[in-house]
């Protein structure tokens, strides 16, 4: 495996955080700013990000943006801005997870490998790799989804999201069940993780039936339905 870059201007919580992922048996590399993280990035090859918003000359936000302009490499933030705009925002600049400062070493390790588990797991079986529902096709095994074979760019998170969905086509799943069961961890109140990633594949998916199959069932959660009515 690759390894990890993490990206954060303060020494302290780059030797923490490399320290408990490697007792984890991860490698780990370090960047003390953005610019020297995109040099990095551009030169590597990474199996995670974990990003610092707030840094000197090239902040976080950038580095996110420059990075899911080239790759779908999951990316976590771990900044100390907890408000409800940069969770949000993080999200819309392709961010797979957020984690704030003051943190929990314990609980970004386990972030971290529930993030691994559903990038880098083993295949599934064949008849699960590739769903198709008119124009709109999945297909796990090359991460690829696509509206009338174009391919559409999605993050790790939104593929995830979508994919647990289609497979479970018809059923409704709240808030709570999406994150337990696509972001492998307990849902914590924030109801706009969820909400975020819906909009941003609604906006992916550019065709009027593709993007009506991602249902809102008010007051529940979301389903998938292939048979929805432009």
């Not at 960047?31 to 990095?40: D, I, T």
């Not at 940069?86 to 993030?115: I, M, Q």
């Not at 174009?150 to 979508?162: K, S």
């Amino acid at each position: 495996m690759e390894p990890m870059l993490v990206v954060d201007d303060e020494e302290k919580i780059r030797g923490l955080v490399r320290m408990y992922l490697e007792k984890e048996g991860y490698a780990v590399e370090e960047a003390e700013n953005g610019r020297v993280a995109l040099e990095k990035f551009r030169s590597g090859s990474y199996s995670l990000l974990i990003v610092d918003l707030m840094m000197p000359d090239i902040d976080g936000w950038r580095v996110c943006r420059e990075v899911r302009e080239n790759s779908d490499v999951p990316i976590i933030i771990l900044t100390a801005r907890g408000e409800e705009f940069d969770r949000v925002l993080g999200f819309e600049l392709g961010a797979d997870d957020y984690l704030v400062k003051p943190f929990s070493t314990r609980e970004l390790v386990a972030r971290v490998k529930a993030l691994l588990r559903r990038t880098q797991g083993p295949a599934r079986a064949a008849n699960d790799s590739e769903l198709a529902f008119g124009p709109l096709k999945i297909d796990k095994e090359r991460h690829r989804v696509s509206i009338n074979d174009e391919a559409i760019t999605c993050t790790p998170r939104e593929f995830d999201l979508l994919y647990f969905l289609a497979k479970n086509r018809g059923r409704v799943f709240s808030r709570e069940q999406l994150m337990e069961t696509v972001w492998g961890y307990d849902f914590y109140g924030d109801a706009r993780t969820v909400d975020t990633h819906i909009k941003k594949l609604r906006e992916k998916l550019d065709h009027p039936q593709a993007r009506k199959m991602i249902a809102t069932v008010w007051g529940v959660g979301y389903k998938f339905d292939p048979d929805a009515q432009v």
